[in-house]
């Protein structure tokens, strides 16, 4: 079995997840109203996602403390993140769903804006299993 | 020349009155021999068992009915109510009576019931309140008690319900499960968002049978409980500890599947159900109290 493709740097991740989702055709096909920034907190890494218009515009790595706003979190330990970003992941790792109510997932801040846009992120979050782990 | 088919699938409607209301019930059925009633998840529809609806070899031996649950697919909400003035919360005691109501229009002799997620746990409901009128009772993705889904957001009025039912239930199918098969549910997962959140409040609410497993009459009808590996909901460690307290109960783990599993992937569900029907059959012929 070999190993997922991990990016080596927090940088070179988020260049690998923003041209992924921005070539993604699903994405692409339904994304003209996804709009919207989150925090993915990796506990190791942190990395805010602004998507304008189906497009990831810009992903800050480790953000300090009031850097930069976002609407929503989804926060989970490193090894659930490790988890998401094998090819095919284990049972419970397999969506952001799954990982709340089975492992240490945590949905926080306003859920509205990520339900108003639930499609998109849950194909956003998949394509960690092409990208790889965020940490 | 014509590459077309016409399925030997057919559907039919059927007047069913239970509880003082009146329905009109859409099924689609194939085959010869033992009816097996399948009900749909919640929110969905019974195109959730097309699969099994053509499957030639189970068909040859059973006679396979997937209906829509009132409100769903192609059956309307109550024909003779103002529905639309009152909220839906679909209750055990209901959704049983509506099961045997329609059992009892269809004249179905000896049926075995299937359901799956919150039919899972209906079948339980029914092997519980009346044992004497099924032959067993398949429960699919089912538990004693399954909290945490009775959510607003299926309905919030600021987001799009469609997406979010479909997209929120995604994650209940296994990545290993075909990608057509898991969006053709998806799709059916849109069509249902009015009905889900009532349907809901069966499965995360009303049905709650801790303390309860020990009087199910598991010699008169059979239970055999069958939980997919990537269920976040109904772990199969939830299916199984529900199966052990039933007496006669049986557990199958099925791996790489999920929540869905006649509907995400067919293939693999039915290799599961054949062993389910066999282990059912093989109960009735021999039940635990005569082997004693």
Known sequence: MSAPTRAPSAEEWAAAFTDASNTDPEIQAHGKYFTCSYLLDATERTYVIQVESGKVTHVTVDPGPLDVPYQFAIRASAETWRGFGEETPAAMFHGIWAASFQRDMKLEGDVLVLMQNLRCITRQVELLRVVGSPV | ?292
């Open chain 2, 1 to 292: 020349m014509s590459n077309s088919k016409i399925s030997p699938v057919t559907g039919h409607y059927v007047s069913v009155d239970v509880d003082g209301l009146e329905y009109k019930v859409f099924y689609l059925e194939n085959g010869t021999g033992q009816p097996i009633l399948c009900q749909h998840t919640a929110g969905c529809h019974n195109h959730q068992w097309r699969g099994l609806l053509e499957d030639e070899e189970i068909t040859a031996n059973y006679r396979v009915i997937a209906y829509d649950l009132p409100r769903h697919g192609k059956s309307d909400p109550p024909e003779n109510t103002e529905w639309w003035k009152e909220e839906y919360q679909l209750s055990a005691e209901h959704y049983s009576n509506f099961i045997i109501a329609l059992a009892d229009a269809l004249e179905l002799e000896n049926p075995i019931f299937m359901g799956s997620s919150f039919g899972g746990n209906v079948a339980l409901q029914l092997a519980l309140r009346r044992p004497d009128r099924f032959a067993g009772v398949l429960s699919v993705e089912g538990a004693d008690y399954s909290p945490g889904f009775y959510l607003d957001w299926w309905q919030h009025p600021h987001a799009n319900a469609a997406q979010v039912c479909a997209s929120g239930t995604w994650d209940l199918m296994a990545p290993q499960s075909p990608e057509a098969d898991r969006w053709k549910t998806w799709f059916y997962y849109t069509q249902g968002s009015e009905a889900f959140k009532g349907d809901l409040h069966f499965y995360s609410v009303d049905h709650d049978l801790r303390g309860r497993l020990g009087e199910i009459d598991g010699e008169k009808c059979p239970v055999v409980m069958m939980t997919g590996e990537y269920d976040y909901l109904t772990t199969p460690e939830d299916s199984e500890r529900t199966a052990n307290a039933i007496t006669n109960g049986s557990f199958i783990y099925m791996p790489a599947i999920g929540h869905f599993p006649m509907s995400e992937n067919h293939a693999v569900f039915r290799t599961y159900l054949i062993q389910a029907l066999e282990l059912l059959q093989a109960k009735r012929e021999k039940p635990a109290a005569a082997l004693a």
